[in-house]
């Protein structure tokens, strides 16, 4: 039996596969958790983790059936905000190391956005040389944050894909 392929959606070690009933389908997984549980279920989830990502993953849907990439297994990326910058930074670095050379979809979220922006720009420097041109970069969010995080994504050789959301203008 040969080793086994990213394409068979094995989650990254830190990530945690979110359930159907809050992603709407498989093959979504969340990454810096709150709290880093190893075990799948809601009930690790906070309640307003489990709003944002009920929020969040039927505009991920929708922005990955209009660019027709459906399939792609999602990581989540929680931008922890009781969590410092560089802690949120190295948690994403490890992500962007594991997802070098996959299709994944890369979808940042949190409640502050500006943790967001920051946490990408920092990553920057050291993702540069990685072989990220086959994940996609989703940022839902405000208008003022689309160029900015549209320079980081294609700086990473990223694809970007940016769905406006007025909420947070």
């Known amino acids: 039996m040969g080793a086994i392929s990213r394409l068979e959606v094995v989650p990254y070690p830190g990530g945690v596969p979110v359930p159907d009933s809050l992603a ?19 009930g690790v ?11 969040t993953m039927p505009l991920v849907d929708d922005l990955s059936q209009h660019h027709h990439i459906q399939h792609r297994p999602v990581q989540l990326f929680y931008a922890n ?3 410092s910058l560089i802690h949120n930074t ?6 962007l190391q594991w997802l070098q050379g996959s299709d994944h979809i890369l979808v940042p979220f949190s409640t502050n ?20 041109e086959d994940v996609s970069l989703f940022y839902i969010g405000a208008a003022a944050n689309r160029n900015p995080l549209q320079a980081i994504s294609s700086s ?3 694809a970007f894909y940016f769905l406006h959301n007025p909420d947070l203008d």
Not at 24 to 42: D, E, K, M, W
Not at 122 to 127: E, Y
């Open 156 to 158: 990473c050789d990223m």
């Open 90 to 95: 190295q948690k994403l670095l490890k992500l």
């Open 24 to 42: 709407g389908h498989g093959q979504v997984f969340i990454n810096n958790l709150p709290g880093a549980a190893s075990h799948s279920g809601t």
């Open 113 to 132: 956005h500006s943790l967001i922006f920051h946490t990408l720009r920092q990553v920057v420097p050291c993702a540069r040389g990685m072989q990220l």
């Open 81 to 83: 905000p009781s969590e």
């Open 45 to 55: 989830f906070s309640p307003e983790l489990q709003q944002l990502i009920g929020t």
